[in-house]
């Protein structure tokens, strides 16, 4: 029987019995374990004998527990869980690639998955095009040789959103596969392997573990695939921890309810900042303003807890609105309770020149913000209270 994401949340993944009748999966620490005897040794390497794991570098009880339950919200027949979410896409890569593949890359995908493509794919022979995030730009960009898309839906900090079907239906024919980024979406919002996408990729850290407090990445496809990957990552070692795994499971119980509290809160105060005065422009997806709103209401079911608006002014007076917050950390990262603030000038682009930043597309007076869990009227009268200061 089909399930609804709710409760796939709670339970899926998950085996009904569990080890020692424990109601949660508990956490398995263990680096090896051993077989019974060479017998068992020989039938497993052979494959006639079923047992769990070998090696922790190889494999965990607690993380194949995250890992299907990851699998069963995504709707992927696998998931191979990492370290962060940069040893998700940097393990997906590296097992992906090969001398002469030409690989396109949207123009606001994360930065340092854009400087990993430029600067180390390309010391083995992988050429990349840094394109427009749209499918018409990644159309144009595409050559003979390409063999990956990579891209994310919504991007950051502008949220652009990329038509998956047309996407689709346009690298299928020429045997492109595509990989998509979806941290900013979750599996709430957004579900690209239902449109036909490869790969989905999220950054465990943010919305899905959603307390920060764990670092984890995960790749979701098709088991051949990700089997493929886990070689690699078995290879590298970016292996989450247990201990990790078991928070992921503890916070994806609660990642349904938390979502639908991060898409309310996100749109009431995405429709306050784009009515303030003293607010120029703000980017959501929720709001029919977006340049990219049709698509995103065609493929999303809400549109996440992100928001970015630049304030009139200058960066220095969008340092006084971050200041002035009283509720909101000033702190990287989203997706989780406390809502967080900051500047992409000041904490991503801080080492680029306002020039190199205009060229990137950075604004001086943007900030983006995650909206947490905290009460969305608190939010507002906060974020006015530190806008009526400029």
């Known amino acids: 029987m089909a399930r609804r994401i709710d409760t796939l949340s709670v339970h899926g993944g998950e085996p009904r019995v569990k080890a020692h009748d424990s109601l949660v999966n508990p956490i398995v620490l263990a680096t090896a374990y051993p077989f ?57 890569l590296l097992a992906m690639v090969k001398p002469g593949m030409h690989v396109v890359i949207t123009a606001d995908s994360y930065r340092k998955t854009r400087v990993f493509v430029r600067e180390f794919l390309v010391k083995f022979g992988i050429e990349h095009t840094v394109c427009d995030p749209s499918v ?42 595509t990989l998509i980024d979806a941290t ?11 449109f036909g996408i490869d790969l989905v990729l999220h950054s465990c850290t943010k919305y899905l573990g959603g307390h920060n407090d764990l670092m984890a990445g995960v790749v979701i496809g098709k088991e051949p695939v990700i089997t ?10 970016a292996l989450c921890s247990p201990f990790n795994a078991y928070l992921l499971i503890r916070g994806l119980k609660t990642f349904a309810v938390r979502m639908r509290q991060h898409n309310a809160s996100g749109l009431r105060i995405a429709q306050f900042l784009e009515a303030h005065p003293n607010v120029e422009q703000v980017w959501y997806p929720g709001l029919p303003s ?19 608006f630049t304030i009139r002014g200058s960066l220095s007076d969008a340092s006084k609105v971050v200041d002035a917050v009283e509720i909101p950390y000033l702190a990287p990262s989203l997706g989780g309770c406390e809502s967080l603030i900051e500047q ?5 682009y801080y080492d680029k020149t306002p020039e190199e930043r205009a060229a990137l597309g950075i604004r001086e007076n943007l900030i983006r913000m995650s909206i947490g869990l905290e009460d969305a009227d608190d939010l507002i009268a906060d974020l006015d209270q530190a806008l009526r200061q400029l």
């Open 184 to 194: 900013l979406a979750t599996p709430f919002n957004l579900r690209p392997l239902e």
């Open 290 to 308: 977006h340049s990219k709103h049709t698509i995103a209401a065609k493929q999303m079911t809400g549109f996440g807890g992100l928001i970015s």
């Open 344 to 348: 992409p000038a000041l904490m991503s």
């Open 36 to 92: 019974a005897d060479t017998s068992e040794l020989h039938r497993y390497f052979q494959g006639e004998h079923q047992r769990g794991e070998e090696y922790a570098r190889y494999g965990n009880p607690t993380q194949e527990v995250a890992e299907a339950k990851l699998a069963a919200l995504e709707g992927g027949e696998a998931a191979l869980l990492t370290a962060t979410g940069m040893s998700a896409i940097v393990t997906t």
């Open 136 to 177: 018409a730009g990644i159309e144009a960009a595409c050559t003979a040789e390409t063999r990956l898309i990579i891209t994310e839906s919504p991007t950051n900090p502008y949220l652009n959103c990329i038509d998956l079907e047309r996407l689709v239906a346009f690298a299928k024919p020429k045997r492109i596969k």
């Open 228 to 237: 493929a990957i886990r070689d690699f990552q078995g290879m590298f070692g």
